[in-house]
């Protein structure tokens, strides 16, 4: 009989160990199951813009996302290929930094955490716009003073040897309805 009531106490010290033990390791596996991750698309943004949001980790059809750089919260919905999607826009005046985002699930236990990369993009004009046919912006970017010496030299004696086939052509024609025709 002593060997049964021994056995009896050593079965009910075992069971009151591994029973709260085992609800211990499934409460730790209950909470990692129920923390998951957001992904951002795109991950770095600029102010103003506008990301999608992914969870999985909701069982459930709701959660709502909040940043500092949300404009305002994003709701979340089913997505057509399974856990659930969000719009954010990125507030204009967000700095250019790391921000944290946090979704609760709202219709559930679970959380989910992720970030996105705020920057600024100024865009400041350095020089005008390489523009034209063939080579010319490349002649044009060769030659910044404008015409030179050489380019006034050429032009004056074009103009000169113009006026002197003008010139000859008068007096020709003048030499030609001066004199008498046969």
């Given at each position: 009989m002593r060997s049964s009531q021994l056995t009896l106490c050593a079965g009910a010290v075992l069971a009151a160990v591994l029973v709260p033990a085992s609800a211990a390791l499934a409460a730790v596996a209950d909470n990692e199951e129920s923390h998951g991750s957001v992904t951002v698309t795109p991950s770095t943004i600029a102010a103003g813009g506008e990301v999608d949001l992914r969870v999985s980790v909701c069982g459930g059809k709701k959660?709502?996302?909040?940043?500092?750089?949300?404009?305002?919260?994003?709701?979340?919905?089913?997505?057509?290929?399974?856990?659930?999607?969000?719009?954010?826009?990125?507030?204009?005046?967000?700095?250019?930094?790391?921000?944290?985002?946090?979704?609760?699930?709202?219709?559930g236990p679970g959380t989910a955490s992720g970030n996105v990369t705020v920057v600024h993009h100024r865009v400041h004009p350095t020089a005008p716009v390489r523009a034209g046919g063939g080579g010319t912006a490349l002649a044009a970017e060769a030659e910044t003073g404008g015409p030179g010496t050489p380019h006034t030299l050429i032009g004056?004696?074009?103009?000169?040897?113009?006026?002197?086939?003008?010139?000859?052509?008068?007096?020709?024609?003048?030499?030609?309805?001066?004199s008498p025709t046969d």
């Open positions: 959660a709502i996302g909040t940043s500092e750089a949300f404009s305002s919260p994003a709701y979340f919905n089913p997505a057509a290929d399974g856990g659930l999607f969000a719009e954010a826009r990125i507030r204009s005046d967000a700095q250019g930094r790391d921000y944290s985002i946090d979704v609760k699930c709202e219709d004056l004696g074009l103009a000169g040897v113009a006026a002197v086939a003008i010139a000859g052509r008068s007096v020709r024609r003048r030499r030609a309805q001066g």
